[in-house]
Each structure stands twice: as structure tokens, then as C-alpha cells.
């Protein structure tokens, strides 16, 4: 399994979950998409559809600040593979629990997780100090998502942001 990272070089390098997943040997630099691409303006989520996909080619994951992209950015990044994560809290300390707001690092071990390989996922958060805060905010959702279709992802995303919090 692959883990690609399109760098753009818009945060700290200290703080880049993205250059951390390069450093540990779990991803690879690209200048290009390949397999499925995390993008947040997709209206299909990752599910155990995508599980071929990125066991056999790889998951793209766009390393940028939430702070410099928008709409108009992730466009350009948009094709028949693209994804978005469901409903998840940052564990991250930058934008600790905001929903859909994951660090680059959060984003692929979400996306393993969904496809059914937590084991990697966990690994992968373990290098971070906060990747168990991401796993105990997410924990339940992350079950529930494990496994399950787009359809069925989008039905437990829908029913979960209607009950009362």
C-alpha cells in the first residue's frame, strides 16, 4: 500500500504531519493524484469501495493549511477518485476538535481505518504525541464507518449529526 503526499509547502515543517509520514517511510512525495485523493469538496466519502484502489495503488493525501485553501483550491484537484472523509473531530492541538479540519496524518489513518486497516492507522498516529487524542475523540465513529459502504457511511454521518450532542 501506497501513501502519497502532495506537499505545497504551506506549513511549519516542524508541525507537517505530511513530512512526518515521508520521514517515517509510511508515504512518498508526488507532484500528482494516484489512486484515491483525499479532497474535501468530494461528495463521496472513503469506504471499503476505495479498499482495492488503495491497497493496489495508493491514497493521496493534499498537505496543505486549511488556513490558504478553499474551494476554489481543491477544485483543482477533483477527478472520478476523489474523496472526502465523514464527519471527524481533529485530535490535532491546531484545530483540536473542530470537525473535518484533520492534519494530513489524520486524514490517512482515517482513510486505513474506513478500509478496514486500523492496525496501520494506529501505527501511523503513534507518531504523533496527540494521534491517541484523535483515536479517543473518533474512536466510535470510526467503528461505525469501518467497513461500510459510501451509501451506508453517509446514512451513519447524517443520522449521527442529527442527535442531540
Known amino acids: 500500500m501506497n501513501i502519497y503526499i502532495i506537499d505545497l ?8 504531519t505530511g513530512k512526518r509520514l515521508i520521514k517515517f517511510g509510511y508515504a512518498k512525495r508526488t507532484r ?66 473542530k470537525p473535518y479540519k484533520l492534519s494530513s496524518i489524520e486524514a490517512a489513518a482515517a482513510s486505513l481505518y474506513i478500509i478496514g486497516e486500523e492496525n496501520i492507522a494506529v501505527e501511523i498516529l503513534n507518531k504523533v504525541k496527540w494521534g491517541h487524542t484523535f483515536l479517543e475523540l473518533n474512536g466510535e465513529l470510526l467503528k461505525s464507518y469501518e467497513g461500510k459502504s459510501d451509501s451506508e457511511i453517509l446514512q451513519i454521518e447524517s443520522d449521527f449529526l442529527r442527535e442531540p450532542q
Open 32 to 97: 500528482k493524484p494516484l489512486g484515491i485523493v483525499l479532497n474535501p469538496i468530494s461528495s463521496i466519502p472513503v469506504s471499503i469501495k476505495d479498499r482495492e484502489i488503495i491497497l493496489n495503488i495508493g491514497l493521496t493525501v493534499i498537505d496543505s493549511s486549511w488556513n490558504k485553501s478553499d474551494i476554489e483550491f481543491f477544485s483543482k484537484f477533483k477527478n472520478k477518485f476523489s474523496r472526502r472523509l465523514p464527519f471527524l473531530l481533529a485530535g490535532n492541538p491546531i484545530n483540536y476538535s
Open 9 to 16: 509547502d504551506q506549513d511549519d515543517p516542524k508541525k507537517c
